[in-house]
């Protein structure tokens, strides 16, 4: 970094914390937002310290809420024998969307990544184990992403899961291997649903 | 935006005013920051706020600064007969390195654009013409980009200075059409600028 960018280096560094942000994005998100967009600036900054202040995890599901537990979960009218686990919220909100599920969720906020330090416990795993103890749970549908690191997920979870008596069900292959879930159609989501196995 | 997404979307929208975010790239940001770097939006917070109050413009040549008038401007040993008029910090540097220019500099901070609304004013045109009043400069060195926009900008200022004693050349076009100056090697740099025209 020159000397002659340092006043913007401490913003340059701390935009390359997003992901995928590399210096020269950074640069050119420093300069947009000092010259051009500076109410857009302080409307960044309040929403990323009100995000990280107000927005906490669901006890049940763990997805992201600004109450104890989320809407879904406190949806009665949810079918509690079936769980799905999702990777991250958007997952979840791809699968509402099919309208082919009514039953409750589990969100990992991730993926198992031993590559970047993602493992069991930044997962939330153990939280699934106890949230799978209730006793009207008779399935859990894993809708991790059909990629390496959703598979080996999907794995993990299957192996946790093993001597209960709940079944452990997979979305069909229906969606397209290498593929994200929350990119995927909703009719594909909708069949693979229908296809699990 | 899903209802489930609902508490994410403050910071979702915040996070789309930065340059080529779109709302999925917003969402896998703000999913990151929320669930894998919250240490990192505080910083983030702070660093866009400090900026935004602290970072100025050079009184003399227009840069980032966080002084009335930057380092290079009052450094005395420069060239006072060539002012090189670049679009960014990033720009001026890049110059810089090359070791080629002993010059002063005026940084339009953009280029004409009116596509994106940024007119004469917006890149200190009205700054440039009172800078170039100044009785020792001789020369004004255009090294705008050479793409459409910076050609259109480079255009301009060269009609804003006709009439005046003042030489008015452009980086000679051993940069690469197309390209943007901060991206190109060194010693095409200042090849370029030996061969202005
Ligand atoms: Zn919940
Ligand atoms: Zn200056």
Redesign the pocket.
């Known amino acids: 970094m020159s000397e002659l960018l340092q006043p913007l280096e401490p913003l340059i560094q701390a935009l390359r914390r997003l992901p995928g942000v590399g210096v020269k994005t950074a640069q050119r998100m420093a300069f947009h937002m000092l010259q051009r967009d500076q109410e857009g600036a302080r409307q960044l900054a309040r929403a990323l310290v009100t995000a990280v202040d107000s927005v906490r995890h ?6 992201f ?1 600004h109450e104890t ?6 949806d009665e009218g949810r079918d509690a024998a079936r769980l799905c686990v999702v990777e991250t919220p958007a997952d979840l909100a791809a699968m509402e969307r099919t309208g082919a599920y009514r039953g ?2 589990f ?1 990992l906020m991730g993926r198992l990544s031993p590559m970047d330090g993602v493992g069991p416990k930044d997962i939330g795993l153990p939280e699934l184990l106890v949230r799978t103890q209730e006793p009207a749970l008779q399935e859990v549908i894993l809708a991790t992403s059909f990629t390496a690191e959703g598979e080996a997920t999907a794995h993990a979870i299957t192996e946790l899961l093993q001597g209960r008596s709940i079944e452990v069900t997979r979305l069909a292959r229906g969606v397209p291997v290498g593929s994200e879930l929350e990119y995927v159609d909703l009719g594909t989501i909708a069949h693979a649903l229908v296809d699990r196995r």
Chains 1, 2 share one sequence.
């Open positions: 669901c006890e049940k599901c763990n997805t809420t537990v989320c809407s879904i979960c406190r409750y969720y969100v």
